[in-house]
């Protein structure tokens, strides 16, 4: 399976996604993440995510961010979208009708047609990044076990 993680910068939100699932996802499935936009191309993680992940034994500093494109709906198999922002940039990205309905949002996993925001701890402190990587991680654990 191919996943991409994405939200707006792929500084925050995402590279934890990323980093949580391909902790527990089997290794031969695909994780990667992006943004909507491209106003962090190529910088590494914000260091809050950073130290969130590695105070829960995961590295994502090796990470860079990128804007998604549009071989990305192509090749990836799920878009998991933050929050309802990413989703709806994400249906305007989609090349095709075809493939739109492979964007979905992260926190339907755990909590199933709530549409629940992934909350972007961008501008607070570091508790929000603890949220938002307790809110991830149930997410994808939900979803590996529906799979």
Same mark, same amino acid.
């Given at each position: ?13 995402? &590279? ?5 699932? *391909?902790?527990?996802? &089997?290794? /031969?499935?695909? +994780?990667?993440?992006?943004? @909507? ?9 914000? @260091? !809050?995510? +950073?130290?969130?992940?590695?105070? !829960?034994?995961?590295? +994502? ?6 804007? $998604? @494109?549009? *071989? ?22 989609? &090349? /095709? ?5 492979? $964007?979905?949002? +992260?926190?339907? =996993? ?5 549409? !629940? ?9 570091? =508790? ?5 990587? *307790?809110?991830?991680? *149930? ?5 590996? !076990?529906?799979?």
């Amino acid at each position: 399976m191919k996943i991409l993680m994405v939200c707006l910068g792929n500084i925050c939100r995402s &590279p934890l996604a990323q980093g949580i699932m *391909e902790k527990y996802a &089997p290794n /031969e499935w695909t +994780i990667d993440s992006a943004g @909507t936009s491209g106003w962090h191309a190529s910088e590494r993680p914000d @260091t !809050r995510s +950073i130290l969130i992940a590695k105070q !829960r034994g995961i590295t +994502i500093d090796h990470q860079h961010s990128r804007q $998604v @494109t549009a *071989e990305d709906f192509e090749f990836f198999d799920i878009i998991f979208a933050m929050d309802s922002s990413n989703h709806s940039n994400l249906i305007q990205l989609a &090349p /095709e009708e075809s493939v739109k309905n492979k $964007v979905r949002l +992260i926190l339907n =996993e755990s909590y199933p047609g709530e549409n !629940r925001q992934v909350p972007d701890p961008y501008t607070g402190g570091q =508790e929000g990044f603890s949220h938002v990587y *307790e809110l991830l991680e *149930e997410a994808i654990q939900s979803f590996l !076990r529906a799979h």
